[in-house]
């Protein structure tokens, strides 16, 4: 005789005697049952601007970050009056007077 169990997920799907179930933890630790289908549906909606944010956005903010800081290094360096033989003489001091 064959009995069959169903167990809430939370989502719109059970799952019955036989399947296979993932146990996740959320960052409270609660533990949760699902499906390997309805975790991998979690997985890329979380990669998809779901929950996580929008990863492309991300990207342009960091690239614009770097842009800036790379503006700014630049200004630096043009302000910087001292001739190749001196910036090497500079950092080869720094490197043996902090021990590097």
């Known amino acids: 005789m064959t009995r069959y169990v169903s167990v809430n997920t939370g989502c719109s799907e059970t799952l019955e005697a036989g399947d296979r179930v993932l146990f996740v ?6 533990v949760c049952l699902t499906s390997p289908k309805t975790f991998i549906h979690a997985v890329w ?3 998809h601007g779901g929950n996580g944010g ?3 956005d991300d990207v342009r903010r960091m690239r614009d970050n770097d842009r800036q800081q790379m503006q700014e290094i630049s200004e630096q360096d043009a302000l910087d009056t ?4 001196e910036v090497t003489d500079a950092v080869l001091q720094a490197l043996i007077t902090n021990g590097g």
């Not at 933890?25 to 609660?30: C, F, L, M, Q, S």
């Not at 001292?82 to 033989?85: E, G, L, Q, V, W």
């Open 82 to 85: 001292r001739t190749n033989d």
């Open 25 to 30: 933890t959320d960052e409270a630790g609660n």
């Open 45 to 47: 909606a979380n990669n």
């Open 54 to 56: 929008d990863s492309g």
